[in-house]
């Protein structure tokens, strides 16, 4: 038997690794992913008589009766290249013998117990590790200078959810990483200016989370040279100063960097920016307006923009951004990720759920009405248009947001009614009005059944649905009231007299104001109309 392959299954009970002793020719084993196996490589004794090659015992239990050792055979393992023991709430120090494994090229150590410091391993020598993955551990202080020693041959390495201090080496810099996760520790300073590249020496990063510590400084080194990075996440740290331009030439398709101290307007190269699909930029102290390039961006997903100090109006042209208009095969079953494959999933910590949304979440600056066209976002799942100071009305074109899973309008100044035709949104889950000037009866169908008082607080003229004020014939009347007395200010004689002389004032002093101020207009339209009267004397004079 040279394969052993029972992953994925619904395995129990205990199993101990004897039943292998035998197999001389076992070159593969993976047991891997059957939750309520205990498997025990420690006893009973035995003799060993394969050498492996591939040895998965990832979420299989792994010598819980034993200390939730490390399996001590592993380091008889001469020809062993992929070792995975991840999930199995292994204990003690770092395995720091398995780094100088030279036949081991890929290690998997994710979601353990593991503890202690990178300084407790005492490494005389180089490994040949290309992936590295000790995630969601124990590991605590800094990471050493001299630790490049293991990375050396590293593209992958992923320490990210650990308790990590101190700089990130500059070491790293002469590391050929194409992914470096280092996320959700406690990482200080800035980011070193080796690791980013310059403008002689190209960094090969495809893949850089450093979100979740407290880093500081500029976003990245002014002379980064980043042609290859498609996935860039620095959220939740302490970086100053405006988006950098480091990133524009970039193949960049994800970037978040959420939660900082970042200022200025958002750039127009972002917006030109071919590969984007995902922009987070929530929580950080970008000002301006949004314009309407961000139209331009057919391929983006998911826009976040909230808790900024933005201002001025949403585009009205959000429609011309097929991703979230048309059902495509992009559309419904997307995944720029997938290009990482199981890597992406196994370094991606913060565990970012996938999703087509937009976020103006913002401090009451985005104002004007709600454009009638993001009704026709179809493939939208998420709208936040909470915390603004958007008037008018509820469009009732939002009754096409098909897709639309969660949709907050709160803390705003809507007036009018819910419109009825929203009970048809089948896929809403999420839903509130809260906080505006909202009146009559509230839709109490389908979804609308579901959601409490608190989606609709502080609306005084709502009625029915969840909240305690019940609609009457007194709700009904005042709403027709309200109507027409709308409508009678519109259709009054002064109503229409007034406009028709605001606008005859308007076009009046519009002509002869541009005349009064410039002087070359002036003296052309003076030469017409003499020429003009000119014509108009000779031709009278024919007829004399």
Same mark, same amino acid.
């Given at each position: 038997?040279?394969?052993?392959?029972?992953?994925?299954?619904?395995?129990?009970?205990?199993?101990s690794f004897?039943?292998?002793?035998?197999?001389?020719?076992?070159?593969?084993?993976?047991?891997?992913?059957?939750?309520?196996?205990?498997?025990?490589?420690?006893?009973?004794?035995?003799?060993?008589?394969?050498?492996?090659?591939?040895?998965?015992?990832?979420?299989?239990?792994?010598?819980?009766?034993?200390?939730?050792?490390?399996?001590?055979?592993?380091?008889?393992?001469?020809?062993?290249?992929?070792?995975? *023991?991840?999930?199995?709430?292994?204990?003690?120090g &770092?395995?720091?013998?398995?780094?100088?494994?030279?036949?081991?090229?890929?290690?998997?150590?994710?979601?353990?117990?593991?503890?202690?410091?990178?300084?407790?391993?005492?490494?005389?020598?180089?490994?040949?590790?290309?992936?590295?993955?000790?995630?969601?551990?124990?590991?605590? +202080?800094?990471?050493?200078?001299?630790? &490049?020693?293991?990375?050396?041959?590293?593209?992958?390495?992923?320490?990210?959810?650990?308790?990590?201090? +101190?700089?990130?080496?500059?070491?790293?810099g002469?590391?050929?990483?194409?992914?470096?996760?280092?996320?959700n520790?406690?990482?200080?300073?800035?980011?070193?200016r080796?690791?980013?590249?310059?403008?002689?020496?190209?960094?090969? *990063?495809?893949?850089?989370?450093?979100?979740?510590?407290t880093?500081?400084?500029?976003?990245?080194?002014?002379?980064?040279?980043?042609?290859?990075?498609?996935?860039?996440n *620095?959220?939740?740290?302490?970086?100053?100063? &405006?988006?950098?331009?480091a990133?524009?030439?970039?193949?960049?398709? &994800?970037?978040?960097?959420?939660?900082?101290?970042?200022?200025?307007n958002?750039?127009?190269?972002?917006?030109?920016?071919?590969?984007?699909?995902?922009?987070? *930029?929530?929580?950080?102290?970008?000002?301006g307006?949004?314009?309407?390039?961000?139209?331009?961006?057919?391929?983006?997903?998911?826009? @976040?923009?909230?808790?900024n100090?933005?201002?001025?109006g949403?585009?009205?042209?959000?429609?011309?951004?097929?991703?979230?208009?048309?059902?495509?095969?992009?559309?419904?079953?997307?995944?720029?990720f997938?290009?990482?494959?199981?890597?992406?999933?196994?370094?991606?910590?913060?565990?970012?759920?996938?999703?087509?949304?937009? @976020?103006?979440?913002s401090?009451?600056?985005?104002?004007?009405?709600?454009?009638i066209?993001?009704?026709?976002?179809?493939?939208?799942?998420?709208?936040?248009?909470?915390?603004n100071?958007?008037?008018?009305?509820i469009p009732?074109?939002?009754?096409?947001?098909?897709?639309?899973?969660?949709?907050?309008?709160?803390?705003?100044?809507?007036?009018?009614?819910?419109?009825?035709e929203?009970?048809?949104?089948t896929?809403?889950?999420?839903?509130?009005?809260?906080?505006?000037?909202?009146?009559?009866?509230?839709?109490?169908?389908?979804q609308?059944?579901?959601?409490?008082?608190?989606c609709?607080?502080n609306?005084?003229?709502?009625?029915?649905?969840?909240?305690?004020?019940?609609?009457?014939?007194?709700?009904?009347?005042?709403?027709?009231?309200?109507?027409?007395?709308?409508?009678?200010?519109?259709?009054?004689?002064?109503?229409?007299?007034?406009?028709?002389?605001?606008?005859?004032?308007f076009?009046?002093?519009?002509?002869?104001?541009?005349?009064?101020?410039?002087?070359?207009?002036?003296?052309k339209?003076?030469?017409?109309?003499?020429?003009?009267?000119?014509?108009?004397?000779?031709?009278?004079?024919?007829?004399?």
């Amino acid at each position: 038997m040279h394969w052993f392959d029972v992953s994925g299954n619904q395995l129990e009970g205990p199993v101990s690794f004897s039943i292998f002793a035998n197999a001389s020719s076992l070159v593969f084993l993976d047991l891997s992913s059957n939750y309520e196996l205990e498997v025990d490589t420690e006893s009973p004794s035995w003799i060993l008589t394969f050498q492996l090659a591939v040895l998965k015992l990832a979420s299989c239990n792994l010598n819980k009766k034993n200390g939730h050792v490390v399996p001590s055979f592993i380091s008889t393992q001469i020809n062993l290249w992929f070792l995975d *023991l991840s999930n199995n709430s292994l204990e003690g120090g &770092i395995p720091c013998q398995l780094f100088l494994n030279n036949s081991i090229t890929q290690l998997y150590l994710r979601s353990n117990k593991i503890e202690g410091s990178f300084l407790d391993c005492f490494i005389n020598g180089t490994s040949n590790l290309d992936m590295f993955d000790i995630s969601d551990n124990r590991v605590k +202080g800094p990471i050493p200078e001299n630790f &490049i020693s293991i990375f050396s041959t590293s593209y992958d390495v992923a320490m990210s959810s650990n308790e990590l201090e +101190g700089k990130i080496p500059s070491s790293f810099g002469s590391i050929f990483f194409s992914i470096l996760d280092l996320s959700n520790n406690k990482l200080s300073g800035t980011i070193p200016r080796s690791l980013t590249g310059n403008d002689t020496t190209e960094s090969t *990063l495809i893949y850089l989370n450093l979100s979740n510590n407290t880093l500081q400084g500029e976003m990245l080194p002014r002379e980064s040279n980043l042609t290859r990075l498609q996935y860039l996440n *620095l959220g939740s740290n302490h970086f100053e100063g &405006i988006i950098s331009p480091a990133i524009s030439n970039s193949p960049l398709g &994800i970037l978040d960097v959420r939660d900082n101290y970042l200022s200025g307007n958002i750039p127009k190269w972002l917006y030109d920016h071919p590969h984007l699909v995902s922009i987070l *930029l929530s929580g950080n102290h970008l000002e301006g307006h949004l314009t309407q390039r961000l139209c331009r961006m057919q391929r983006l997903q998911v826009f @976040d923009v909230s808790r900024n100090r933005l201002s001025g109006g949403i585009p009205s042209c959000l429609d011309n951004v097929t991703f979230w208009k048309k059902s495509s095969p992009s559309a419904t079953n997307s995944n720029y990720f997938t290009q990482f494959g199981e890597l992406y999933y196994l370094l991606t910590s913060d565990n970012w759920l996938f999703f087509h949304g937009l @976020d103006f979440e913002s401090v009451f600056r985005i104002k004007g009405g709600i454009p009638i066209e993001m009704g026709e976002l179809s493939q939208l799942w998420s709208l936040n248009l909470s915390h603004n100071s958007l008037t008018g009305s509820i469009p009732i074109s939002f009754q096409n947001l098909k897709s639309v899973e969660n949709l907050d309008l709160s803390y705003n100044k809507l007036r009018g009614k819910i419109p009825s035709e929203l009970v048809g949104l089948t896929s809403l889950s999420a839903f509130s009005v809260a906080y505006n000037n909202l009146s009559g009866q509230i839709p109490f169908e389908r979804q609308f059944s579901t959601f409490e008082m608190q989606c609709y607080d502080n609306n005084p003229e709502l009625c029915g649905g969840p909240l305690p004020t019940k609609c009457s014939s007194t709700n009904q009347l005042k709403e027709e009231k309200d109507e027409k007395e709308r409508n009678r200010i519109i259709d009054h004689p002064l109503f229409f007299y007034g406009f028709v002389a605001v606008s005859y004032a308007f076009g009046f002093w519009a002509c002869f104001g541009i005349l009064i101020i410039k002087k070359n207009w002036r003296e052309k339209y003076f030469r017409v109309v003499d020429r003009y009267i000119e014509s108009l004397l000779e031709f009278l004079s024919k007829y004399r």
